[in-house]
């Protein structure tokens, strides 16, 4: 409004001086002063809304503020816990013991043989009892019964084992070198059936250890 008014005092013809005569001096400069304060805020408001706004550029080196933080706020980010779980020690089981050493085989029965000799007469005859082990493992000790047809008839001359009698029934323990039979071998016990030779003198029965002798029978 105020710049209209001047506009229009300085266009009239002698409108200036007469209103410079007639009127205040200060009504006058406060025209004026009320003039320029209009220009001067037209002004500033145009180059608020021409000007394009100055935007204040990082400096170089700076990292960009993350999106929803404030530029200089340090983001607190949680760090994630780990907690270790503990090793789990594995023990192998233990299979089943195997016994030290090589096992010792079971012993196997021994088995005899009798064999009689050439008859001798009146002389009677000479016969043996062989010990056969056929098993793996050696085997201590024997025992022989030897069973005559009479009890008139006699065993002697033995070798390879000690000799006892009961009637017709004769019993054979071995000696300290025949003991012992080891796996696959034999002992032999010799010895000679006299007497009454003449007729039948040969042995009805024969066993080692309760078991039958092989050759009689």
Known sequence: MPVMVLDKLANAPGGLRRLLRGADMSVVLGLIAGAFATLLGTAVLVAAFVWPPVRST??????????????????????????????????????????????????????????????????????????????????????????????????????????????????????????QVGAGTSVTVSFRVSGAALLDATPTACVIDGRPCQGVG
Do not use: E, M
Request: charged share 10%.
């Open 58 to 179: 990082p400096a170089a080196g700076s990292p960009p503020s993350a999106a929803g933080h404030p530029r200089g706020s340090a983001q607190q980010v949680p760090s994630a816990s780990v907690t270790a779980s503990p090793s789990r020690s594995t023990k192998p089981t233990p299979g089943p013991s195997t016994p030290s050493g090589s096992r010792t085989a079971a012993p196997v029965p021994l088995t005899a043989r009798f064999t009689k000799g050439a008859d001798g007469g009146l002389a009677g005859y000479q016969a043996t009892v062989a010990i056969t082990n056929l098993g793996t493992a050696p085997v201590n000790g024997w025992t022989v019964t030897l069973t005559l047809p009479r009890s008139t008839l006699n065993v002697t001359d033995v070798a390879g084992a000690t000799v006892t009698r009961d009637g017709a029934v004769w019993t054979f323990i071995p000696v300290s070198t025949t003991a």
